[in-house]
T-cell receptor, first 112, second 115 residues
Framework: ETGVTQTPRHLVMGMTNKKSLKCEQHLGHNAMYWYKQSAKKPLELMFVYNFKEQTENNSVPSRFSPECPNSSHLFLHLHTLQPEDSALYLC???????????FGPGTRLTVT | AQSVTQLGSHVSVSEGALVLLRCNYSSSVPPYLFWYVQYPNQGLQLLLKYTTGATLVKGINGFEAEFKKSETSFHLTKPSAHMSDAAEYFCAVSDAGGSNYKLTFGKGTLLTVNP
């Protein structure tokens, strides 16, 4: 695997389910990000992790719970979501001090 | 606070025609600027970036952008459109805070290329 990978690519879940999204970066970076991409809206930064420590939480509801066990892996745990949470969730990574971020292909989430 | 405005949510050009996608930004500090492209069912791919130095920046796939501080613009151009350029394009500005550069994105411009 190369770059940034995300699994699953598609997920349909009910409002009472619990699921997790996984992101893995193979670039040796030390910062990882979760973004939400909704139709007709700009990408929204959700969380930032730097060297496994959360450095940014952009007022995200507690039904989204991130986890970063090491610099290569990032999870987004989901529970009791709402239909408006349906979106494309993108993971990205970057090297400390570098300006560019590298994105994964995203997980298309549908909440029914 | 930083912001990005992309003029035109949808641009349609003929194959071989000039591509011009507009981006204006606001920033309280000297900005770092980016263009990303997103093909259907894929993530974002970096096309080009401006940090410092030369204001005309060349990227992949024949795209280039010019940073104009006086106009607070960073428009993306390509002299001759190809069918494979059909995608959504996002302009972004960075917020150089600490050791991470947080990106603020525009809403995107969908480029359609007609044969």
């Amino acid at each position: 695997e190369t770059g940034v990978t995300q699994t699953p690519r598609h997920l349909v879940m009910g409002m009472t389910n619990k699921k997790s999204l996984k992101c893995e970066q193979h670039l040796g970076h030390n910062a990882m990000y979760w973004y939400k991409q909704s139709a007709k809206k700009p990408l929204e930064l959700m969380f930032v992790y730097n060297f496994k420590e959360q450095t940014e939480n952009n007022s995200v509801p507690s039904r989204f719970s991130p986890e970063c066990p090491n610099s290569s892996h990032l999870f987004l745990h989901l529970h009791t979501l709402q239909p408006e949470d349906s979106a494309l969730y993108l993971c990205a990574s970057s090297q400390e001090g570098a300006v560019e971020q590298y994105f994964g292909p995203g997980t298309r989430l549908t909440v029914t | 606070a930083q912001s990005v405005t992309q003029l035109g949510s949808h641009v349609s050009v003929s194959e071989g025609a000039l591509v011009l996608l507009r981006c204006n930004y606001s920033s309280s500090v000297p900005p770092y600027l980016f263009w990303y492209v997103q093909y259907p069912n894929q993530g974002l791919q970096l096309l080009l970036k401006y940090t410092t130095g030369a204001t005309l920046v060349k990227g992949i796939n024949g795209f280039e952008a010019e940073f104009k501080k006086s106009e607070t613009s960073f428009h993306l151009t390509k002299p001759s459109a190809h069918m494979s350029d059909a995608a959504e394009y996002f302009c972004a500005v960075s917020d150089a805070g600490g050791s991470n550069y947080k990106l603020t994105f525009g809403k995107g411009t969908l480029l359609t290329v007609n044969p």
